[in-house]
């Protein structure tokens, strides 16, 4: 297994009620695929560089993972399919 850190722009349109949720989902998603899941850094709303999907802020969370490397291919297929992420970003750490 390898370290990974994915950081995911959740839409503005989330509550703050239901983001926890969303986080939840993307969670099961990598546990799914027999990954461990570390602690999750919510950043909070902020605003976007350029606009995404007409979104000029997000809700970014940093979430460190471990994960074999021939599965994570596989879970950023799964994301893009995830409506409520604006974008994602899954890094490979040392």
Not at 32 to 61: C, D, F, M, S, T
Request: glycine fraction near 8%; charged fraction near 30%.
């Amino acid at each position: 297994m390898r370290d990974y850190e994915l950081t995911v722009v959740f839409s503005p349109e989330i509550t703050e009620e239901d983001l926890p949720a969303e986080i939840d989902r993307v969670n099961d998603l990598i546990t799914q695929k027999g990954g461990v899941v570390g602690e999750v850094n919510r950043w909070g709303r902020k605003r976007l560089a350029y606009p995404i999907k007409k979104h000029r802020e997000g809700n970014y969370v940093l979430t460190p993972l471990r994960l074999q490397p021939d599965v994570a291919p596989e879970l950023e297929k799964n994301l893009q399919g995830l409506e409520q992420i604006l974008r994602y970003l899954l890094v490979r750490v040392g």
